[in-house]
């Protein structure tokens, strides 16, 4: 494991993502703060998922890849954008660039799935494939960027991007409030690839709720975040094979999201696909929400005990909805307690 | 088929509507309204989900039930409430009881979902289960609510629960606003049973939306209101025999509802169980909404050509999410156009 280089550029601020926030009123879903009183009953505790899955392409993403390129400069902007992804990036892109009606470049793994391809060219995006054995995929998008003027929006090591993602914090800290929640969370579970959702989130709620334990959540296996922390530096590690979670597969700390990281996650949790899945069964049961597995890993944290919400309040990030329908089936398919 | 008696009570107005929706502020969930741009690609036009299966229990039963409680007076509300269903108004009634602090008794056919009949109870519900086919449930609660002076929440036939689905259309008023559409709907949608969402929601957008087409969506052979509609007088139907659709099988359209509906909704249309289970996956993979067969019957006119939405737009309201899961996951698996 070797460390990857730390970025010590500048990360967003309150104003920054106060800006976001305006930048995508009336663009993306303000999702509910969800909350089911027989679960609850269940854990003896509070748990309250926000439901990003519900948000516009169907994850966070496009929260972060619609503030980016709203923040690039016209003249930039008008020579479109490039990205890589084999999932909710792309399509986040592919919706924001349409909206700002540029043209988008996706760089995207010739063994993506298929849906996730097509879905991607449905938003009207340019899609380049490549093979994710041979190729690489940043070199192949700074070519194109080179070549045409477009600018990279990256998937979580960037500013504008994390600011999108921190919207949600400023969300939760107002719907808490609707709800009459007025004490902070005691546990703010989020998941965990590059590090951008989580390092938005808790800049947004720093001042709001300072004493919020912040604890992330990844798939065994790809859990970098959880053991840089540990280690109390980035750490990378070698890939152990297919998961289920797989918009969760960044196998090392994003630079900007570990600066954030060091100084305000609490810890790390790893978790494994059987515990995703009961979580993906337990979402569409308790609150009627579609999550993908990775986007579920929150939640899996909390129902696995994991996280401890005995007597406390809880929220739960669910990041993302876009999940194979036969995998969902599965999912509901599989023994659980009821109610 | 001989018509019901024709409620003559009064109907609520804009002004307790508006009070329901102050009585509900931080009680129910102000459900998103959703969208997604590919299908709307597909539909050639534009299709918003009124997202009710987020509601709190489920579905939209909560806002009638909790308003009809608020509003009996603090004596009456003392000594309890009763009410008689199989399905989404026992949990709504249960739950909002709870929250009152005070006792609720579900009247619920012995043959009901085991998973309906104990989420009804561990919201803390008193269960009466009766035989569908030997004995009358409504004689049964009425008893019950002699005996202990409970009062009975009617299922749709009652103005504080009229108001209080109304609320739904409120918020849909608003929320077109916020995402900046400033013209009516060409087209409203709903399912209907009784007739309590349908005719609240025409009530609470009379005055914003008056030229918007309202149509209801029944099952197949349990089309009561449309079959009114045409007829011009309440009709009652025999009931064909069972519909994936549960929460769907009043055979007769509600009182009250019926004053509304004679004078405001423009048509209906039934629906088959294939077409239910065609939206419910539909729903899960654009909107990531977990719907139940009859909360899906909305979507699964429009997606079925039976309502006209190319160059239009459309709101269909998506009422419930309490679906049987092996059901959920035969949705899944049932092919469908990607994307």
Same mark, same amino acid.
């Given at each position: 494991?070797?460390?990857?280089?730390?970025?010590?550029?500048?990360?967003?601020?309150?104003?920054?993502?106060?800006?976001?926030?305006?930048?995508?009123?009336?663009?993306?879903?303000?999702?509910?703060?969800?909350?089911?009183?027989?679960?609850?009953?269940?854990?003896?505790?509070?748990?309250?998922?926000?439901?990003?899955?519900?948000?516009?392409?169907?994850?966070?993403?496009?929260?972060?890849?619609?503030n980016?390129?709203?923040?690039?400069?016209?003249?930039?902007?008008?020579?479109?954008?490039?990205?890589?992804?084999?999932?909710?990036?792309?399509?986040?892109?592919?919706?924001?660039?349409?909206?700002?009606?540029? /043209? *988008?470049?996706? =760089?995207?793994? !010739?063994?993506?799935?298929?849906?996730?391809? #097509? $879905?991607? @060219?449905?938003?009207?995006?340019?899609?380049?494939?490549?093979?994710?054995?041979?190729?690489?995929?940043?070199?192949?998008?700074?070519?194109?960027?080179?070549?045409?003027?477009?600018?990279?929006?990256?998937?979580?090591?960037?500013?504008a991007?994390?600011?999108?993602?921190?919207?949600?914090?400023?969300?939760?800290?107002?719907?808490?409030?609707?709800?009459?929640l007025?004490?902070?969370?005691?546990?703010?579970?989020?998941?965990?690839?590059?590090?951008?959702?989580?390092?938005?989130?808790?800049?947004?709620?720093?001042?709001?709720?300072?004493?919020?334990?912040?604890?992330?959540?990844?798939?065994?296996?790809?859990?970098?975040?959880?053991?840089?922390?540990?280690?109390?530096e980035?750490?990378?590690?070698?890939?152990?094979g297919?998961?289920?979670? /797989? *918009?969760?597969? =960044?196998?090392? !700390?994003?630079?900007?999201?570990?600066?954030? #990281? $060091?100084? @305000?996650?609490?810890?790390?949790?790893?978790?494994?696909?059987?515990?995703?899945?009961?979580?993906?069964?337990?979402?569409?049961?308790?609150?009627?929400?579609?999550?993908?597995p990775?986007?579920?890993?929150?939640?899996?944290?909390?129902?696995?005990?994991?996280?401890?919400?005995?007597?406390?309040?809880?929220?739960?990030?669910?990041?993302?909805?876009?999940?194979?329908?036969?995998?969902?089936?599965?999912?509901?398919?599989?023994?659980?307690?009821?109610?």
């Open positions: 494991m070797s460390a990857p280089e730390v970025c010590t550029e500048d990360l967003p601020g309150r104003t920054e993502i106060e800006a976001a926030a305006q930048r995508l009123a009336g663009q993306a879903v303000r999702t509910p703060l969800l909350e089911d009183r027989l679960l609850n009953d269940r854990l003896s505790g509070r748990l309250l998922v926000k439901a990003e899955p519900l948000q516009r392409t169907g994850s966070f993403k496009f929260r972060g890849a619609y980016a390129i709203a923040s690039l400069q016209e003249a930039d902007r008008a020579r479109g954008v490039v990205a890589f992804s084999s999932g909710n990036h792309a399509q986040a892109v592919a919706a924001a660039a349409r909206l700002f009606g540029i /043209d *988008a470049t996706i =760089v995207m793994p !010739a063994d993506a799935p298929a849906v996730k391809i #097509a $879905r991607t @060219r449905a938003h009207g995006a340019r899609v380049v494939t490549y093979d994710r054995v041979a190729e690489d995929r940043e070199a192949i998008a700074n070519t194109i960027q080179r070549d045409s003027g477009a600018s990279l929006i990256r998937p979580y090591d960037d500013p991007v994390i600011a999108g993602q921190g919207t949600i914090g400023l969300e939760m800290v107002d719907q808490m409030g609707e709800a009459g007025s004490a902070p969370p005691d546990t703010l579970v989020i998941c965990c690839s590059g590090g951008g959702l989580s390092s938005g989130i808790a800049l947004a709620v720093e001042t709001a709720w300072p004493d919020t334990a912040i604890v992330v959540v990844e798939p065994a296996g790809y859990d970098a975040m959880g053991r840089s922390i540990v280690a109390g980035p750490v990378r590690l070698t890939p152990p297919p998961t289920l979670c /797989d *918009a969760l597969t =960044v196998p090392f !700390a994003g630079g900007r999201p570990w600066q954030v #990281a $060091r100084r @305000r996650f609490t810890r790390g949790v790893a978790i494994t696909d059987d515990q995703a899945l009961d979580a993906v069964s337990e979402a569409a049961r308790s609150f009627k929400l579609v999550v993908e990775g986007g579920a890993a929150a939640i899996a944290a909390v129902l696995a005990g994991l996280i401890p919400i005995e007597g406390r309040t809880v929220i739960a990030v669910a990041s993302g909805g876009n999940v194979d329908p036969a995998i969902h089936a599965q999912a509901m398919m599989r023994p659980v307690a009821e109610p």
